[in-house]
């Protein structure tokens, strides 16, 4: 089992800069990648950035040149800092941590954090 705690959330204005954390705790031997999502209001949730076990790093076209994923493995931790954000931005973001073994798939989730940004 995997858990993950999001945090760095919050209310912003156009133009301003967050940074979003994502604590893992548990057995992340069989954790492959992990990502970020975003849900925003009315659409469905989609991938905006993820780094791979191997330092491999993929971005939404939507975030390329604003968001940078990285990790610090030694604290288990991935995050996700966002630059120039604007009110399209806004929505619930979501740490995702996603691996297989020889046994089985694994797909964990946290609660996610609100962000707003204001026009």
């Known amino acids: 089992q995997v858990q993950l705690v999001e945090s760095g959330g919050g209310l912003v204005q156009a133009g301003g800069s967050l940074r979003l954390s994502c604590a893992a705790s548990?057995?992340?031997?069989?954790?492959?990648?992990m990502g970020w999502h975003r849900r925003a209001p009315g659409k469905q949730r989609e991938l905006l950035a993820r780094?791979?076990?191997?330092?491999?790093?993929n971005y939404a076209e939507s975030v390329k040149g604003r968001f940078t994923i990285s990790r610090d493995s030694a604290k288990n931790t991935v995050y996700l800092q966002m630059n120039n954000l604007n009110p399209g931005d806004t929505g619930v973001y979501y740490c995702?941590?996603?691996?297989?073994?020889?046994?089985?798939?694994?797909?964990?989730w946290g609660h996610g954090t609100q962000v707003t940004v204001s026009s």
């Open positions: 995702n941590a996603a691996g297989a073994d020889s046994v089985s798939g694994y797909d964990y």
């Open positions: 548990g057995t992340m031997s069989s954790i492959n990648v």
């Open positions: 780094i791979w076990r191997s330092g491999n790093i």
